[in-house]
């Protein structure tokens, strides 16, 4: 008589009745055991258990497919810890100002009673009246100190934030003076004259002797006339000056003899000069009358009758010589020896020029 099995297929020699109850697990026949004749309380799983006599336990993975969302083993699967996402920052989206940051990096806020409201160094700057300098802050279009602001009523430092509106600064602190002078032909360009010449000192007299420290931002010889900057801000000044920033400055020029079109390539290919290589950025032939040519030219550097030396060099002498432009500034159409202050958008064109 064969021995009974246990489920691992190994004979059960602790037991002598092949035939008796299972007390451990109730309801569950065990496998293979008994003889074929045996027959446990479940008789379709008897019969099953019975073809299958001492068979050994299915291999892992080949038993019944699994219930969903259980193991193998019929427990109900755990379920997995899910990674935290991270929550990208807001970014704002508003137009047309140039640069975007993350809410929540804004300037910081000044004390009660400190410092100034922003609309209203917006509405003293001439940008807009104070409602509108409000709805320019609700659309985002402001920055105070590299940072969007659409809080209102934040207070600011004039003397020392930098505040920019689509991404143009603006000019807020109340000291600083900016004006544009033509000035004309035979005058110096300086505040003062040791030999009693005119100079455009003595156009801002009453400004100097107000208080204003003014000075000129570069030069023009004396038989040139045209645009020159007069100001109280210093960085701006320097920077204007200086080679490395480029500013542009137009000229328009009448020049002896008749212009040939090809000129313009020249010019802007390069000429040498005593003191180094020179070129224009970019030229113009607007008219030709009485053997004579009115010439327009751009270029950025500041060498000493730079323009002059130039066109010389080229074969057309200049019989006169205009300064129409500074960068974003116009001469305008005001008679020699007038003035203008350069309003809000041009200062801060010339801001955005140099990088201030």
């Known amino acids: 008589m064969n021995r ?3 489920r691992d297929g190994t004979p059960d020699r602790g037991r002598s009745n092949p035939a008796r109850k299972n007390t451990n697990k109730k309801d569950t026949p065990q496998q293979g055991s008994g003889s074929r004749g045996a027959a ?6 008897g019969a099953a258990a019975g ?3 001492g068979a050994r336990k299915p291999h892992r993975g080949q038993g019944a497919p699994q219930a969903p969302g259980k193991n193998k083993y019929g427990k109900t699967k755990s379920a997995k810890p899910q990674r935290a996402q991270q929550v990208a920052p807001k970014i704002s989206n508003a137009k047309p100002a140039r640069h975007q940051y993350a809410e929540g990096q804004g300037p910081a806020k000044l004390p009660a009673g400190e410092g100034m409201r922003l609309q209203k160094v917006l509405a003293q700057a001439g940008v807009a009246s104070r409602r509108a300098a409000e709805e320019l802050i609700e659309q985002g279009r402001v920055e105070v100190d590299g940072r969007i602001v659409v809080e209102q009523g934040l207070r600011v430092d004039p003397e020392n934030a930098v505040v920019r509106v689509d991404g143009v600064r ?8 900016h004006i544009a002078l033509n000035k004309p032909r035979g005058w110096q360009s300086t505040m003062s004259d040791d030999l009693g010449r005119p100079c455009i000192g003595d156009i801002v007299s009453e400004r100097v002797s107000a208080g204003q420290r003014l000075f000129h931002v570069g030069r023009l010889d004396a038989d040139t006339e045209g645009l020159i900057l007069l100001t109280n ?16 400055k137009t000229y328009l020029a009448t ?5 040939d079109r090809g000129l313009g390539k020249t ?6 000069l005593e003191d180094g290589p020179a070129k224009v950025d970019a030229f113009a032939l607007l008219d030709v009358n009485g053997g004579k040519s009115l010439v327009k030219i751009v270029l950025h550097e500041g060498r000493k009758h730079i323009v002059r030396r130039l066109l010389e060099a080229v074969g057309h002498p200049v019989v006169r010589l205009v300064r129409t432009d500074i960068g974003p500034v116009a001469l305008g159409d005001g008679r020699p020896g007038t003035l203008r202050v350069i309003g809000p958008g041009e200062v801060g064109a010339l801001y955005k020029a140099v990088g201030l």
């Not at 603006?170 to 003076?177: A, E, I, N, P």
């Not at 960085?235 to 500013?247: C, G, I, K, N, T």
């Not at 020049?255 to 212009?259: K, R």
């Not at 010019?267 to 040498?272: I, S, Y």
């Open 170 to 177: 603006v000019v807020v602190k109340k000291d600083l003076v």
């Open 233 to 248: 801000d210093g960085d701006l000044a320097h920077r204007l000056m200086h080679p490395s920033f480029e500013v542009p």
């Open 255 to 259: 020049v002896s003899g008749v212009v």
């Open 51 to 53: 073809q299958a006599g």
């Open 4 to 6: 009974p099995a246990r």
């Open 267 to 272: 010019l802007k290919a390069g000429v040498e």
């Open 40 to 45: 446990p309380r479940d008789g379709a799983r």
